[in-house]
Structures are given as C-alpha cells and as structure tokens.
C-alpha cells in the first residue's frame, strides 16, 4: 500500500522505509525534487565554465537517483561513476563496429542502439557496476552530436559523474548516512565504502579538480585525464580483487534432482541395495 507523508522534514523522514519508491512523502518531494535539480543545474554550469563536455540526459537521471533514491544500490559513487565511464565505452564500440559493418543507414540506427545498450549491459553487469542511466549514456552517441572527441568522451562523464556522487554526498549527509553501508551496520562520519572504492573515488576526485582547471592549463587537464582512469582502474577492479568465485556444481544445474544424502557417521554411506 502506498504511503501519503505529510510531515515536515526531519531525521525520521529520511529513513530507509520512508525515503524511497513507494512512499510519497512531503520531505522526499522536496528534499529530492530539490537536490536532482540543483545537482544538473551545478554540473551543467561546472561543465561549461571549465570546458569538459558531458552528456546531460543520462546525467539528469542520475541526479534524480542520487537524490531522491540514494538508498538504491545504483546510487552508490562506485556504481555511478564507472557505470556511466564502462557504458560510453560500450556505446562508442558499437558506433565504431556499426559503421564499419553496415552500410545501411536504415539498418545501421537500430542496430547500433541495440548493439549500445546490449554492450553497456555486459560492461556493467561483468564490473558490478550496475547504474539504469548509464544505459542512455551508451545509446546518445549514436543519435547526437558528441560534446567531446571521441577518445575522451568515456572520461569526461566520468568527471560528470564524480560531480554527480560529490554533490549528492554533500546534500544527502545532512540527513543520513550515505553512501548507504550494504551490510547494514552503520559507519558513524565514515564512508560505506570498501578500501578499493575509497582509493578510487579520492583518484577519480582529485583528478576531476584538475580537469576543471582546463580553462587555465591544458597540462592540468591532461594530468587529471590520467589520474582518473587510475582511479577508474581502482574501481573496476574491486570486484575481482574482493569478489568471491562460485563454482558451479551438477546439483545447481540440475535442480529437479534431489541432493545426494550426506555420509554416515564414520565416513560410510548406508548401501540401499543391503538387506
């Protein structure tokens, strides 16, 4: 049953059960109405006066996510900001391969829309970095004009959405704990994040502030092109470095069969055929 909230801000509205699909609430509608606008307004305004192209529409949607439904997993800055960097790459691949493949321009739009989202989706999924709008990430290139060259293009959303996670840091943690830790346990004026993660987001910071610096040294610019993907690499390779490797026994592929029985006491198995 949907939940209509009228009560004023306060600590007890943004609560996990409150704070989130499902609930139409007075402080979410204000608090997160007014956080996804200000984030784009902030970014748009960054982007301009620094000269760093990004795309906007998918940076929108991650405003509104990291804003009004900061407790999603999506919303966290590992998922964010390598979702929008692996989604472009997968994007500009298919642009790439279409128009090498294809000569067709009827064919050649939707198969690289399809082709885009279907590479974002795989790239997403193999790093855990799951983020719904960096799908539409993927898709823009091949239907608008790009607002970077090529190359750099991956790079520069990535700085978009580092703004995106640094803004929504700052607005969320007025009220609550963010990012919010995955096991549940609260981490008091800490960030929920794992040691890779923590490394990666202050690289991915840290070169953000250089790119800005664009206008005054393209040296800085290209200096924080580097740094970030060291801080992108950091990110991508968190799963494999603290993922754990399941491997697939008959019994999961199998799972009408019934498991066998565990050995008797004494290490024997009772043998059915005895009588």
């Known amino acids: 049953m949907i939940q209509i909230r009228l009560k004023p801000p306060c600590r007890r509205e943004f609560r996990k059960d409150v704070y989130g699909p499902g609930v139409i609430s007075l402080s979410r509608l204000i608090w997160g109405s007014a956080g996804a606008g200000f984030f784009l307004f902030l970014v748009a305004a960054v982007s301009e006066a620094c000269r760093v192209g990004v795309l906007y529409p998918p940076l929108a949607a991650t405003c509104f996510i990291s804003a009004a439904c900061a407790y999603l997993r999506v919303a966290r800055p590992r998922q964010v900001i390598a979702g929008h960097f692996v989604s472009t790459v997968g994007g500009l691949a298919a642009v790439f391969a279409v128009k090498w493949a294809v000569s067709d321009p009827a064919l050649a739009l939707p198969l690289t829309l399809g082709l885009a989202v279907a590479l974002a989706a795989a790239l997403m999924q193999v790093f855990d970095a799951d983020h719904p709008p960096a799908a539409a990430t993927a898709a823009i290139p091949a239907i608008l004009p790009l607002p970077a060259d090529t190359l750099a293009l991956p790079v520069h959303m990535a700085w978009g959405a580092v703004l995106v996670v640094g803004f929504s840091l700052a607005w969320n943690r007025v009220w609550f704990e963010f990012p919010v830790p ?85 290490g024997k198995r009772d043998d059915p055929s005895s009588g």
């Open 182 to 266: 995955e096991d549940g346990v609260g981490r008091p004026r800490r960030l929920a994040l794992e040691r890779g993660e923590v490394l990666g987001l202050l690289l991915c910071t840290a070169a953000c502030a250089l790119m800005a610096l664009r206008p005054v040294s393209e040296g800085c610019y290209l200096a924080g092109m580097w740094m970030m993907l060291a801080g992108l690499a950091a990110f991508l390779a968190q799963p494999f470095v603290t993922g754990k490797l399941v491997g697939v026994e008959a019994q999961e592929c199998s799972p009408d069969q019934p498991a066998s029985p565990p050995p008797a006491s004494g």
